[in-house]
């Protein structure tokens, strides 16, 4: 399964790595909302590699195309975020490309002009949805209110938008629908209809999927190498 991480999820990686990947004695981010967040796409990193030992041929893959990294370098990175889009691009051209291949340029460029009735603020937003639709992305990860609001069906606002078969949606709620199966291995399911976006982060089984498992160091490792 592909997964489009938006440029502000992958800053937020960059600048509070050691807390998204759970080491001792990291930053918190500054307000809960966040944490929420980013402690959620900790579990989702966790469980995609455990899941790729079990089953490697059904991996979760991070997409990482040229124009994402373009938006992200613009400015003048620090280091730490440099090391953390290096090691993002290098997943994606050991493993991830290899099975999902290059956006094509003119499946972009259509996209992004369907994509223009959403009429986002700014353009790179819109190039990179459109990116994940030309990808066949299953999931969009964002924490931008905009897109997040604009993608939405106005019926169901708590729920994620589907954008062209792309969800799209914060890593809370795609880790509110991941279920770990010990046969099946890794799927989604849907999220208890008592889930709080920004409440506390449940999984959507019943017994917690972490009580039989502990990251080791070899698994923070694999999260920095692996899929982020």
């Not at 004695?25 to 590699?49: F, K, S, W």
């Not at 990251?215 to 923070?220: L, N």
């Amino acid at each position: 399964m592909l997964i489009y991480l938006d440029a502000n999820i992958v800053q937020y990686c960059a600048d509070y790595g050691d807390f998204v990947y759970g080491l001792d004695g990291a930053t918190e981010p500054p307000n809960r909302n966040l944490q929420i967040e980013l402690h959620a796409l900790r579990e989702i990193i966790e469980l995609a590699v455990h899941a790729e030992v079990q089953d490697i041929d059904h991996r979760w893959d991070v997409a990482a195309p040229e124009h994402l990294f373009d938006e992200l370098e613009h400015g003048r990175p620090s280091p730490d975020q440099l090391r953390t889009y290096r090691d993002l691009r290098e997943a994606w051209h050991d493993l991830g490309i290899e099975k999902h291949g290059s956006p094509d340029a003119e499946a972009v460029d259509r996209a992004q002009r369907r994509l223009a009735r959403l009429k986002l603020k700014h353009p790179p937003d819109t190039l990179h949805l459109a990116e994940a639709v030309a990808m066949g992305a299953a999931w969009f990860l964002t924490c931008d209110k905009e897109i997040i609001g604009k993608t939405r069906n106005n019926d169901k606002p708590n729920e994620p938008g589907v954008i062209e078969d792309v969800t799209v949606g914060r890593p809370s709620e795609l880790r509110a629908r991941m279920i770990f199966d010990p046969v099946f291995g890794l799927r989604l399911g849907q999220s208890s209809p008592n889930q709080s976006t920004h409440g506390t982060v449940a999984p959507a089984v019943e017994l917690p999927l972490f009580n039989w498992y502990e990251p080791t160091a070899g698994d923070q490792r694999k999260c920095r190498k692996g899929l982020m």
